[in-house]
């Protein structure tokens, strides 16, 4: 395999070679062929320069570009500065910087660049009628999506299979499996692109069964699935934790040729460790051409929730000798393995070892993940000591978890303690009372724990 020369020096290379063209329009295309297959945001910079230095940069064809380009390497910030240093941005120009703000993200700014472009009197397209459901879809913002769903009506873009697709992947997205439905059974074209949306859709809103039926239905419609579609029902059977039926779809994925690729290796060991087989997960996990830290993560998650801590753990530090960097969900697999073995000083170790070796911010899950392994260890003042010290003092689920450890321990006073924390934090919340009853009725003292309640206040 011939390797490629760097590509800063053929970019630098490209560049110097510009001032040798005589021609303006030979050097605008040369620029504008560069700047299109610039792949970092270092070489995209260097080129942006040269581009300046020319002063093409306001022209709405290479600035256009400029703008795409910057979104495509993660920065926003340089893709609206391009954006606004545009003379004459037309409405593909709002588009791209739309695009820019989705691919990275920023649905809010998405969508107030969608309202200023027509505040400019620019009529949105279909193209930017599916950026602004994109972007309502990735903050979930319902209402507005609503509306711009009546002006597509209006406009009579519906009916095409592209904004049909957008429109079932943003109900979804904002939790109205109704709508979605709605759209679909209107839709006069899906592809395989619709039908996935629609799958995903039901995964989503905890509907497994319903996607593995559409599954089914697509292609007896003659869909083909595609990757994405596999993925989608893979991690539907894992959902259900359909053990049968995720191995009838293993099959299908191998016949498919989808089975060499990282992400449907990763949704294979994830799925079979949610349906309870190890032992299908760690083949597929050894039989994988590469792994990620997706991988090894989930494959500690199966071992770790199905009881097989110790090989959770030793998978654990080989993933560290072969060079890969944990994150967060590793880690709270590791935690989980601990909880299983009731191994506290473990515990403790990774859990300051996440942060201290690995400068992995700590979540809610990881620490309720500890003090349900103090707690049930009978460690309550350690358990305690660690939700005062949280910095997620808001959040109840560390106190339910005391509040649980005291129940199993008999621990009344503090277990009403926890209770009235829980009440403070999520008054709505019934699992106390519940709780509470529980205590009072071990230690042998059938008091109504509502009164234990007032009487604290």
Request: proline share 3%; glycine share 8%; net charge negative.
């Amino acid at each position: 395999m011939h390797h490629h020369r760097h590509p800063v020096t053929d970019i630098t290379v490209a560049l110097e070679g510009l001032d040798r063209l005589l021609d303006k329009t030979a050097i605008f295309s040369a620029l504008s062929s560069l700047l299109k297959q610039t792949k970092s945001l270092s070489d995209g910079k260097i080129v942006h320069a040269y581009i300046r230095k020319y002063r093409y940069d306001r022209t709405t064809y290479l600035g256009n570009w400029l703008v795409q380009m910057y979104g495509d390497c993660g920065s926003v910030a340089d893709a609206r500065a391009a954006f606004h240093n545009l003379r004459n941005a037309n409405l593909y120009s709002w588009t791209i910087l739309m695009k820019a703000y989705i691919k990275n993200g920023c649905g809010r700014e998405g969508l107030d660049c969608f309202q200023q472009m027509q505040l400019k009197g620019l009529k949105p397209d279909h193209v930017a009628f599916i950026c602004a459901l994109d972007a309502c879809a990735i903050v979930g913002a319902f209402e507005e999506a609503k509306q711009i769903h009546s002006d597509i009506v209006d406009r009579c873009f519906e009916g095409q299979v592209t904004v049909g697709t957008a429109l079932v992947n943003m109900y979804g997205k904002c939790g109205s499996l109704q709508d979605a439905k709605a759209v679909f059974g209107r839709m006069p074209h899906r592809n395989v692109v619709t039908w996935t949306a629609m799958m995903t859709a039901y995964v989503q809103n905890g509907q497994g069964m319903e996607a593995l039926n559409l599954f089914d239905q697509m292609q007896i419609d003659g869909i083909y699935p595609n990757q994405i579609t596999f993925l989608c029902a893979i991690d539907a059977c894992a959902s259900l934790a359909a053990l049968e039926t995720g191995r009838m779809i293993h099959n299908a994925v191998v016949d498919r040729g989808h089975s060499e690729q990282v992400v449907i290796g990763n949704a294979l060991v994830n799925m079979y460790g949610k349906c309870g087989s190890v032992q299908d997960a760690k083949d597929v996990f050894d039989r994988m051409p590469a792994r990620n830290v997706v991988s090894w993560s989930a494959m500690i998650a199966a071992s770790a929730q199905n009881g097989h801590a110790r090989e959770a753990l030793d998978l654990f530090d080989q993933m560290l000798r072969e060079g890969l960097k944990p994150n967060h969900v590793t880690f709270l697999s590791i935690l989980t393995a601990c909880r299983h073995m009731g191994h506290v000083d473990a515990g403790w170790h990774y859990f300051d070892s996440m942060s201290q070796d690995h400068g992995i911010p700590r979540t809610v899950e990881h620490y309720v993940c500890l003090i349900d392994l103090l707690g049930r260890a009978g460690q309550l003042d350690d358990a305690e000591e660690l939700i005062n010290s949280m910095p997620f003092s808001n959040d109840p689920r560390g106190w339910l978890c005391l509040l649980g450890a005291c129940k199993f321990h008999g621990d009344m006073e503090r277990g009403v303690r926890a209770a009235n924390k829980v009440f403070e934090l999520d008054p709505t919340n019934s699992a106390p009372y519940v709780l509470l009853s529980d205590i009072y009725a071990t230690v042998g003292m059938y008091t109504n724990p509502l009164k234990a309640r007032g009487s604290e206040q």
